[in-house]
């Protein structure tokens, strides 16, 4: 793909737009640097030789056009318009860093949040295939080097090319033969380095990447589990392990800034040692008594290599910043490109979706990527409006694969789910999702408060304290949280470190009634409480029994036994489906697993 097709890929029209006009922006600079440093010349040879202002035709029209009475007063003037010329010049310098700097910030929020709306918006076997390190490192890091190194470098890059060729090419009106061999000389330098070190910054730029990964892993992992790392005293390991990325990055990036500035430094040995050969040079022709007539030339290349210098260590960092930060830019474009790919497949759905008849699995099979194995096969199921359905079976049986089908998070071209005899799909699977409340094993709980995390991840402002109320008494909570001193308004702390298990347990069956579903799911969300604790919550879920649709996946036999209908289920299939106490009565194997329990 070209780098054209990659930018188009990235931004949108207008964002290309305001690239183009910043580019723009930068020929204007250029311009203005090179129109800032022609006006020297002039001003320093009437310095040198003041009776220029009427030999010259031109100095002497704008002494005839001002009126001046004293050749002193127009020296003034041209020191005067020197110095508006530079202010000009360097203050719309200073205007487009301001504007650069702006649109980069701005474009590595946007490229960031739209990353971070492409992953939220995956299926989620998306996510079965991807680590959670990674993705964030792409929002956090690739992204932040991708427009920096290789947006704004390539920026750069092309404005200061600009800049010393308009240089180049005002040193070459005045002696093209001392102009040529400067840009031989310097320019060549600058190239023989880069294709000297370019192998390497690609390296340690890949290099990088990976251990960015290793650093987000290894310190996600360790703050996400310390507290059995705590109590195993493994925490050194962890430790350790994030100490290995977080040290060869820092290498890396002490090789990648070393390579971008060492070269200025030889480089300036060789352009003043220039400047004092281009003296010698002009004296030699000119001869000592006639340094008058060579003060402006000379003024003049001073000015230019000082502004000229600059430029071709900045074209040069520009270029081995793009080169370094080249691989997270791959990153960033490929990402886009599935994300592209996707949105131009996808259409929108303008029908309904109702839970009125019957809710259906037919045919469904399933298998997990990379796996030969079917996670499930040739399911057929049929569960009715307002019935508690159980779905019970050993580890390893499908019981979780089912229920994630039947929540829309899994798709498969074998077989179909149903909701009143319409095929559940991309376009319509958000809309079936809206009617249905998750309780699962684990409770996610955000660092906020009691009522946040019932309505979870609304605006404020959004919330409905009335609706926080309701399923908070649904869920026999209110009591609990009325008896706190800041009532709903209770911070619990991350991951809910201040609450019980239970209480844990409550807020989120609390949140999946909040937008009052008619499908509720929990996926085995009473096996890790105590026994009382469990009967509390069962109780909870009885109130809402034939009020809703209740599908309960359980390993404890005894949450089943009060469901209409309970699937018993083994290596991937329903192999029968009855009462509780009709597959007690008739399932040999269902008896031994509810004996066990």
């Known amino acids: ?348 759905y303008n029908g309904t979706l109702k839970f009125e008849e019957r809710l259906e699995m037919v045919d469904w099979s399933f298998y997990y990527e990379n796996s030969s194995t079917a996670a499930l096969t040739k399911i057929n199921l049929i569960i009715h409006p307002n019935t508690t359905i159980g779905i019970v079976g050993s580890t390893g049986s499908g019981k979780t694969t089912i229920v994630d089908a039947l929540l829309g998070l899994l798709h498969t071209k074998s077989g179909k789910i149903l909701v009143d005899g319409i095929e559940i799909n991309a376009q319509n699977v958000s809309l079936w999702q809206q009617k249905i409340g998750y309780v699962p094993q684990s409770i996610y709980l955000i660092d906020d408060t009691i009522e946040a995390n019932i309505s979870f991840a609304k605006m404020s402002k959004e919330v409905d304290i009335e609706k926080v109320i309701k399923a908070a008494k649904l869920a026999n909570l209110h009591e609990f949280v009325m008896s706190l001193p800041e009532q709903y308004k209770t911070i619990i702390g991350e991951r809910g470190v201040r609450l019980s298990g239970g209480q844990c347990q409550r807020i989120g069956i609390a949140r999946a009634l909040y937008d009052d579903p008619k499908v509720l799911v929990f996926d085995e969300a009473t096996s890790s409480l105590d026994g009382i604790t469990e009967n509390a919550i069962m109780d909870a879920i009885q109130i809402l029994s034939h009020n809703k649709t209740i599908i309960m996946i359980a390993h404890r036999l005894s949450t089943v036994q009060e469901c209409d209908l309970v699937h018993f289920m083994s290596e991937g299939k329903i192999i029968e489906s009855g009462t509780y106490k009709h597959l007690i009565t008739h399932n040999e194997e269902f008896k031994k697993m509810a004996k066990k329990i």
């Open 1 to 348: 793909m070209k780098f054209r097709e990659k930018i188009s890929l990235m931004f949108k029209k207008s964002e290309i737009t305001r690239l183009l006009l910043l580019l723009f922006g930068m020929i204007i600079m250029a311009i203005l640097e090179v129109a800032g440093i022609t006006t020297i010349l002039p001003f320093i040879a009437v310095l040198a030789s003041p009776e220029l202002i009427h030999e010259n035709i031109y100095l002497s029209e704008v002494y005839r056009f001002f009126n001046f009475q004293t050749d002193q007063s127009m020296i003034v003037f041209l020191g005067l318009f020197v110095l508006i010329s530079l202010l000009i010049s360097n203050s719309y310098q200073v205007f487009m860093t301001w504007a650069i700097t702006i649109f980069s910030n701005l474009q590595n929020a946007r490229i960031s949040i739209r990353l971070l709306n492409h992953y939220m918006s995956q299926p989620y076997s998306f996510f079965l295939g991807r680590n959670t390190s990674e993705l964030q490192k792409n929002i956090l890091v690739e992204t932040s080097a991708a427009i920096t190194g290789v947006i704004m470098g390539s920026l750069q890059v092309v404005s200061k090319i600009i800049t010393a060729l308009f240089l180049i090419s005002l040193l070459i009106y005045v002696d093209y033969k001392i102009a040529v061999t400067v840009a031989i000389i310097l320019g060549g330098s600058y190239l023989i380095i880069f294709m000297l070190i370019r192998k390497k910054l690609a390296f340690i730029g890949s290099e990088t990447v990976k251990e960015n990964f290793y650093l987000y892993k290894t310190s996600g992992e360790a703050l996400s589990g310390f507290k059995d790392i705590k109590l195993s005293g493994s925490y050194k390991n962890f430790v350790e392990q994030f100490s290995l990325p977080s040290k060869a990055l820092a290498n890396y990036h002490a090789q990648s800034n070393l390579v971008a500035t060492l070269p200025r430094y030889l480089l300036e040995i060789i352009a003043f040692g220039g400047i004092i050969s281009i003296i010698i040079s002009l004296i030699s022709r000119s001869g000592l008594t006639d340094t008058q007539s060579i003060l402006p030339i000379l003024s003049l290349y001073v000015m230019a290599g000082y502004r000229l210098l600059p430029a071709l260590q900045q074209i040069y960092s520009g270029i081995s910043r793009i080169k370094f930060h080249a691989p997270s830019f791959e990153i960033i474009v490929n990402e886009f490109l599935i994300f592209d790919n996707q949105e131009i497949e996808s259409t929108k």
